[in-house]
């Protein structure tokens, strides 16, 4: 197969979809070539047979020219990519999908927000085939839609060689400081473990995008006590390929954000068998009972949630992150994700 694949980002510093770098790599491994059309691109260093093309966002060439961009690529490139995978943004199935269906390209979109809209619906008419993780997924209820792996690179989000690198009762709360990730909400479950007097050191690891920086500084006031005591760091995000040391330094991960994408932070978390709580019903009957906390949880309610997973057994630590690790490997690989989205296509 001659791949096409467009996305956002093509850099492994970003500290979003620096993942995604991995999947074009495995995608490379198992295709004869691949075109990649990035909205920005950054660093990376891929196989011989990628080709990557920049929309021009490092270049600040504003909206008219990633638009003529697109058109130029998709065009010039034609006859170099026999099957198209859009990656999260409908807008590319709304500008090509019509040529790439007169041309019998086949084309996938992966989707895998919560909410969407007339523009989802009509972008779904143009692709052959819809990419979601999460049941709750909006374009889960297409017809045309396929559950798809997350695609974690188990290979390197693993558990650290030395057991002793994690901090006991290291907690962590990684991703963007935004209301939707109810960054508050956690630092006020802190300060509920604080005042019943229990030990952790918590770890807030992340940045506000545009728009949010208000937000993370009503979070550092919130967190002040905590931060001044010790129990708590609030440090930048980092590139993805630094985040397997984050997770290793931690025991529990947590997060808070409602029901809706199969949050991948979580899944890394787990394939490094660190213990998560989490309020995504996404994640029932996937992680214990007891780690699957109500969308409408109080800080109290969460703490309680802590203090029952913070004082099980070491043995018992031990055996829920096998199996975390062990879903991860069984449901969600990088490998797994490649093989069938390139069977969706053929």
Same mark, same amino acid.
């Given at each position: ?11 492994? +510093? ?34 011989? +047979? ?13 909206? %008219? ?20 995978? =859009? ?14 269906? %007169? ?19 009509? #972008?779904?008419?143009?692709?052959? $085939? ?16 396929? #559950? !798809?792996?997350?695609? =974690? ?11 002793? #690198? ?42 506000? =995008? ?9 979070? $550092? ?12 760091? =609030? ?8 985040? $397997? $040391? ?8 947590? +997060? ?5 994408? %199969? ?5 890394? @978390? ?14 029932? +009957? ?23 997973? !913070?004082?099980?057994? @070491? ?28 069977? @969706? %296509?053929?």
């Amino acid at each position: 197969m001659k791949l096409l694949i467009i996305t956002q980002a093509v850099d492994t +510093n970003d500290t979003t979809l620096g993942f995604f770098h991995s999947w074009i790599e495995r995608f490379a491994r198992e295709c004869e070539s691949v075109i990649v059309i990035c909205l920005k691109e950054g660093r990376h260093q891929l196989p011989p +047979n990628v080709k990557v093309l920049s929309l021009g966002k490092e270049r600040s060439e504003g909206r %008219l020219g990633y638009v003529l961009n697109f058109y130029k690529y998709i065009f010039s490139e034609h006859g170099g990519y026999d099957a198209v995978f =859009i990656h999260m943004n409908q807008e590319y199935a709304l500008l090509g999908g019509l040529w790439w269906r %007169l041309c019998n390209i086949p084309t996938a979109l992966w989707y895998n927000h919560t909410y969407g809209s007339i523009i989802s619906d009509i #972008a779904a008419i143009f692709v052959r $085939k819809v990419f979601y993780t999460s049941p709750f997924a909006y374009m889960a209820k297409k017809g045309k839609a396929i #559950a !798809m792996p997350a695609g =974690i690179d188990t290979d390197f989000f693993k558990p650290h060689t030395d057991s002793s #690198a994690a901090v006991p009762r290291g907690v962590l709360f990684l991703g963007r400081i935004s209301p939707v990730k109810k960054v508050e909400l956690f630092v006020d479950t802190l300060l509920e473990l604080e005042r019943k007097e229990i030990t952790f050191e918590a770890t807030i690891c992340g940045d506000p =995008i545009s728009g949010d920086e208000a937000y993370a500084g009503k979070i $550092k006031t919130r967190a002040a006590p905590l931060i001044e005591a010790g129990m708590l760091k =609030i440090i930048s995000g980092v590139p993805h390929t630094e985040t $397997k $040391k984050i997770y290793a330094h931690h025991e529990f991960y947590v +997060n808070l954000t409602q029901t809706g994408s %199969l949050d991948k932070t979580v899944l890394e @978390a787990m394939a490094c068998e660190l213990l998560v709580l989490a309020s995504n019903k996404s994640f029932q +009957n996937i992680i214990s009972n007891d780690s699957v906390l109500k969308e409408e949880a109080t800080p109290a309610d969460i703490a309680q949630a802590f203090v029952s997973v !913070m004082n099980l057994s @070491a043995d018992e630590k031990i055996k829920r992150g096998e199996e975390n690790r062990l879903y991860v490997l069984e449901n969600h690989s990088i490998s797994a994700l490649v093989t069938q989205v390139i069977q @969706a %296509l053929s």
